[in-house]
């Protein structure tokens, strides 16, 4: 397993206080309701087919980049 690695992102005050409200109601810490919803969308983002499509072409496009 990696280590974790630690990152920062910036956040409106409305989507800041959203969190901390939904945290909160779900007795949960704001770092595990963040980690939830980063690994809901990286699930649906990997089941959507024009996302998978995209992916391919960039590393066809890679994969070239490289033979040159």
Same mark, same amino acid.
């Given at each position: ?12 005050? &409305? ?32 089941? &959507? ?10 590393? &066809? ?8």
């Amino acid at each position: 397993m990696k280590p974790s690695k630690a990152m920062t992102i910036r956040l409106s005050a &409305d989507q800041a206080e959203a969190l901390e409200t939904v945290a909160t109601v779900e007795q949960r810490p704001v770092a595990e309701v963040i980690r939830a919803a980063i690994t809901a969308h990286v699930e649906n983002r990997r089941n &959507d087919p024009h996302f998978q499509d995209e992916l391919r072409g960039r590393i &066809d496009r890679a994969k070239k980049f490289l033979q040159r």
